[in-house]
């Protein structure tokens, strides 16, 4: 409850900032020439502190993502991008409506002003930052490269922006200075939290890495242990952000971990990794024991813990089985009697990921069922094949399945689906906790 | 929170951004 009132009021505080310095541009400066004139700088007040905030919502401070967790705000960082860059196209078609030509637009030195070259370079960079993010693997651009040009993209979209507003502010109020400084400030903060204070705290917290596994699936499973430190205690289904390369190091992975929480602190750690790009295809099978390893975390609100409820489904696809393999080896190593269904897809049996973890388990433990559903089964399979849809589900699911808390992670097409699949079963939506790791 | 719930909250928040501004907008050139 004290969550759900803690994330409206992130809502309410994310809408005041996003709006404020456009009211008070607005209301509280000088008169605009007309009802246009106001309407094309108040929504390009409101694109402006829209890319500001951005910055905020990536800093993995636990205060802000605490309510959400890290993949819906994540999710809400790259959808309001596209409301601030439509407020910036509609006070483009309003300034250009106004008598402004397109090629003040696209060439910065067009009119020779400060405020025009400025504002030229800011719809540059917005315009990168939007076809690198949204066509990434189309541009075959890889997720490291992607990072750093996006990085450097969205502190050039707001620099630019942001003295593309002064430079137009003939005589601001000194509230409207005051929040353009606080939201700059905010931008500087939050780099300095993520790029400065970060890996500083995680240059004194090494991991060494004990065990370099592979599991079936084009997986590998990574054992660490504390270096010098208490280590660390996580909820089910949580996960760290990973470096290899060093705590300075600009690329960190989100990776989850695939052991029991039921653990001491200081016990050994397990994070699965399918080979998916460059980081988890070369370098992760590289890595010898004794390398030391960096982690930022646990992060995360997908877990039971914040979930409870009469009994649990586990929805898996491919490698997103690892936060849901860590939930029920942590449920059963507490001795929970709650009834646990299992739903592994994979594309073959011998792509099963941690398959014998949950084989053992279901032998053990008779409140698990495990259902493997093969996209290419072998010819003798008896066993589920095809999708998971909801005919599959009904076959497993109890009577009263809607009460139960359903947990869903894989690939993003076999996400929506599940979304679809287990609203058409009448599962309420609130029930329904998904985590994606393939965002861009 | 869903895919779905974050997309809706994003709609009715860039909804709600939209709708204030014309508003000021509107009330300061009235």
Redesign the interface.
Known sequence: MVLVLRGLAG?IL??LL??AP??VA??AGP??A??L???SS??A??GLA?FALEFLLVTRIHMVTGP??QD?LL??HR??A??GA??VA?HLVLVGWRGVPPRAFVDPFAMGTVAFGAGSLALWALGALLATSLARRLLRLSYEAWLLLHRWLGLALVVAAGLHAHALMASPTPLLKALVLGYGALVLLSLGWVRVWKPWSQARRPWVLVDNRAERGRARTLVLRPLGHAGLAFAPGQFCWLRTAGPWAREAHPVSMSCSAERAADAPLEFTIKALGDWSGTRVPGLAPGAHLWLDGPYG?FTPERHEGPGFVFIGGGVGVTPLASMVQTLLDRDDARPLLLVHAANAWEGLCLRERFEERARRHPNLRWVPVLESPPADWGGERGYVTAALLRRYLPPRHTSLQYFVCGPAPM??AM?RVLAELGVP?DR???E?YDMV | ???????R??LV??A???A???L???????
């Open positions: 809502l994310y809408a996003a709006t456009a009211l607005l209301l008169a605009p007309d009802a004139a106001a309407a108040g929504l007040w409101v829209i959400y967790g819906a999710q809400f959808e309001i596209l409301v439509a407020c509609a609100v996400m929506d979304e939506a329904v906790h998904t994606r | 929170m869903t895919h779905r719930l974050v997309r909250v994003v928040l860039g709600l951004f939209v204030l501004v014309l000021a907008a509107w009330l300061r050139a009235a």
